[in-house]
């Protein structure tokens, strides 16, 4: 009978357990929409963009330190703010639909432009053109000049 209740509480816990993991992805639906793609991407590039900037800080010497760690974290959690606004404008009306995409859009080319400008610090060859190009993507919205 004892092993019965055992059974009976793990199964209890393991249906508590997966509750609370559906709860959190219908949250994410929600807030981020269908295009939980471009959470998980631009998560990934700040996870790069953090690892470049690491060897970066070795390469030169750099203290490696809490604060700047924590400026990580703060920029993921404002990124996930402009995100989850940019969705939520989506659904009031599809018209803000390139609001979201170019939103996205602009959030990897910088993690990307900072994953490049680390690379190049830590000593990986890097050509002008490829940074002047992303810097005019984003002062313009254009990869070319015409």
Not at 26 to 39: E, P, R, T
């Amino acid at each position: 009978m004892e092993k019965f209740i055992s059974i009976l509480v793990s199964l209890k816990e393991f249906i508590s357990a997966k509750s609370f993991i559906s709860i959190i992805v219908s949250s994410l639906v929600v807030l981020f929409g269908q295009n939980i793609v471009i959470i998980q991407a631009l998560f990934i590039l700040i996870i790069v963009d953090l690892i470049t900037g690491i060897f970066k800080s070795l390469k030169s010497q750099c203290k490696i330190t809490s604060r700047r760690l924590l400026e990580t974290v703060k920029k993921t959690i404002l990124y996930a703010l402009f995100l989850i606004a940019t969705n939520q404008c989506v659904r009031i009306s599809s018209v803000f639909n390139w609001v979201h995409i170019f939103t996205a859009s602009f959030l990897a080319i910088t993690e990307l432009l900072s994953i490049i400008e680390n690379l190049a610090a830590a000593g990986i060859i890097i050509p002008k053109w490829v940074l002047d190009r992303l810097h005019r993507y984003l002062d313009t919205g254009r990869f070319s000049s015409n």
